[in-house]
């Protein structure tokens, strides 16, 4: 009778490693980054592409975030220094300035009012332009007016303040810087509302080509994820390395828009801080501080949401 014969054993692909329910999770991680690095680098020109189109996206996220952050920065420094300018009419004797004074002080919550006169308003304005030009050197006459400078207890009461102060009689015009805050607000929110309609489109792109690479990935490696999961490998164990994938390319992506963000911001900082020095700018560190995290947190989001959507299809039935 002849000798009963074994059956023969599943042969494992080489690529595959064995699935052990009790190992350690320790020695999990280290294989889902493992493979999920061996997975970045296999794809080559896909994950290129999809670093760069990550990149671009959150470049101009980076981009509108810098923009409203300095026009927050412009509108709380016009907010900290919110007064009402008087400016008095020509030829005034020191009596008639005098009166305004009175007059001034007397309107509800003000609380100073301070005397500028032309000097003080042209060497005021010369020091805003960084002393770089000598405006006197190309000014027949003084043009500034006389002015008086009012503050108030509250910024609410400051356009009462000024409308009653342009009804006097001595006065030219009175302004406060009120309607250029408003108008700061609201480019303020136009430029967060933009970047972030154009990101949006950006990072629907970017995972549209980061779930192509994935997908490259998982229709090459198909069969050995078919045999993981007959040899019971759960949905997840499979899942990981692809979403440990995409967080790279998300990661890397994140660190090359920084770069490059920072570094052209610091140019640009340097550029203008020569030419407007009266332009209040965010420091570099700041921003590189500020958009760091801002940068990886998406990053990283866009990379695994692309990785999920990748693989959902060769694991749902």
């Not at 610091?266 to 940068?295: H, N, Q, Y």
Request: proline fraction near 5%; charged fraction near 20%; hydrophobic fraction near 55%.
């Amino acid at each position: 009778m002849p000798a009963a014969t074994r059956p023969a054993r599943a042969v494992r692909p080489a690529s595959m490693p064995r699935v052990n329910r009790g190992a350690r999770p320790a020695r999990g991680a280290a294989y889902f980054i493992r493979e999920g690095v061996e997975g970045f680098k296999r794809n080559g020109l896909m994950s290129v592409a999809a670093v760069t189109i990550t990149m671009v996206t959150l470049t101009a996220l980076g981009a509108a975030f810098i923009v409203a952050s300095t026009l927050d920065l412009l509108a709380a420094g016009v907010e900290r220094n919110l007064e009402v300018v008087v400016y008095l009419r020509e030829g005034l004797r020191q009596s008639d300035v005098g009166a305004v004074r009175t007059r001034l002080l007397r309107l509800p919550g003000v609380t100073e009012v301070a005397f500028v006169s032309k000097e003080d308003a042209l060497a005021s304005f010369q020091q805003r332009l960084g002393g770089k030009v000598d405006l006197k050197e190309f000014l027949s006459h003084n043009p500034l007016p006389e002015s008086f400078a009012v503050t108030a207890d509250r910024p609410e009461r400051l356009e009462a303040i000024a409308a009653a102060a342009g009804q006097l009689p001595q006065v030219e015009h009175a302004s406060y810087g009120g309607p250029t805050i408003d108008r700061l607000t609201a480019v303020t929110r136009i430029v967060r509302l933009a970047g972030l309609v154009a990101s949006a489109g950006l990072a629907l792109v970017a995972m549209i080509i980061i779930v192509n690479t994935i997908r490259l990935t998982v229709f090459a490696r198909r069969m050995e994820i078919e045999v993981m999961r007959l040899v019971g490998a759960t949905a997840w164990f499979i899942r990981w390395p692809f979403v440990i994938e995409g967080a790279i390319t998300g990661a890397v992506a994140a660190c090359a828009a920084l770069i490059l963000i920072t570094g052209t911001y610091a140019w640009l900082a340097w550029t203008m801080g020569g030419s407007l020095p009266f332009l209040p700018l965010i420091s570099p560190l700041e921003v590189a501080r500020d958009l760091a995290w801002k940068l990886m947190v998406w990053g990283v989001l866009i990379g695994i949401g692309g990785s999920l959507l990748a693989v959902r299809r060769f694991l749902s039935h």
